[in-house]
């Protein structure tokens, strides 16, 4: 199979409601759509998607880094194994603009499920099995009503929500002590600091948050921060950590200390098999890999949930419920996303029709 041609597309949209961390507010989501086109005609499609603020590098130098490129040099022989010749092909891409891998990669593969006939999660499964995966729900603390929010989620089937905490600490453990209290001890409740907790107060921060009986908090602070307070009372996941340094970050998972999930974001991590194999030493350190976005669109979702139902071991919930991003660019969401489910799909490739590039503004 060979690449015949591509073309990279720019997208844009509001978010209908605002997005924020501790740290960021984000608005709108930009975006660049890759279109490979093989020799007879197929296209696959990759989403190269940075979030400002957080992802390592800018849509400008995703742009640039998917100029450097021959397109029509890159050839797969699909009678050979072809993750290795994909993996070999991502990394001419520069490894500081991980989106950019991401979105190659991404549309390799979906060009090659298209010519196999098979799903995307079919060519990461090492089983060759797929199963539906839970996805938490995404509860914003900021907005009118938040436990009416979280409410609506459980009704429609969702069992974890997840609230991003750190700008108003003392309000953030009151709604979570209401959320609590409407729903039980039931739902599990994920929070994500972005190391907002990191000061002299952190080993009081987190003995108040480990009252309310949370699933997990990722990232409260940096792992030497949290390993000088002992016990933390509270399972603990890596997320930001992994940008940094991911052999580093692998030293303080399992083992028995409280960092007992790692958060595997492909596009900033520089994409599906990267994460697939960050998975598997998540797996032999005897920690949980939780298969989660940046807010991106629905071609990046799809490839993302394609990760989450091709992992084997225990089913996690994913943190790929709902989010503003999504609508930023269609009101059509991802077909895999049924209710407070991602459902593996038959259709070969990422298993949805793609936009012509008319189609995107």
């Known amino acids: 199979m060979k690449v015949a041609r591509a073309s990279v597309s720019s997208v844009a949209g509001q978010m209908p409601v605002p997005s924020a961390n501790a740290r960021h507010v984000w608005r709108e989501r930009r975006g660049l759509v890759l279109r490979l086109w093989d020799d007879e005609g197929r296209v696959g499609t990759g989403e190269s998607s940075p979030l400002p603020g957080f992802s390592p590098e800018s849509l400008e130098s995703a742009r640039a880094a998917f100029g450097v490129e021959p397109w029509q040099d890159f050839e797969l022989d699909l009678s050979t194994p072809v993750l290795p010749q994909v993996r070999h092909l991502v990394a001419r891409v520069d490894e500081a603009v991980p989106s950019a891998r991401f979105a190659l990669e991404t549309a390799l593969l979906d060009l090659v499920g298209q010519r196999l006939g098979r799903p995307l999660w079919a060519l990461l499964s090492e089983e060759g099995t797929a199963r539906p995966t839970q996805v938490a729900a995404l509860i914003d603390a900021g907005e009118p009503d938040p436990i009416g929010a979280a409410q609506l989620a459980v009704r429609a089937g969702h069992r974890t929500i997840k609230i991003k905490i750190g700008l108003r600490l003392e309000q953030e453990l009151k709604l979570l002590a209401g959320i609590r209290a409407e729903l039980g001890s039931e739902v599990k409740i994920r929070l994500d600091a972005n190391r907002a907790l990191a000061g002299p107060h952190l080993a009081d921060r987190l003995a108040l948050i480990a009252r309310m009986e949370p699933e997990l908090v990722e990232e409260p602070a940096p792992p030497e921060a949290i390993e000088a307070l002992g016990d933390v009372g509270v399972s603990l996941a890596f997320d930001e950590s992994l940008m940094e340094d991911v052999e580093a970050t692998f030293r303080w998972v ?108």
């Open 254 to 361: 399992g083992e028995g200390g409280p960092w007992r999930y790692v958060v595997l974001k492909p596009s900033v991590l520089g994409g599906l098999l990267r994460c697939a194999e960050l998975a598997r030493w998540c797996r032999a350190r005897g920690a949980i890999p939780i298969v989660s976005h940046t807010l991106e669109g629905p071609v990046a979702f799809a490839a993302i949930s394609a990760l989450a139902v091709s992992l084997p071991g225990p089913s996690v919930t994913a943190g790929l419920g709902p989010h503003p991003g999504l609508d930023a660019w269609s009101k059509e969401r991802p077909p895999m996303l049924q209710g407070a489910t991602v459902v593996p799909w038959e259709e070969p490739g990422l298993g949805f029709p793609r936009a012509s590039e008319a189609d995107e503004r």
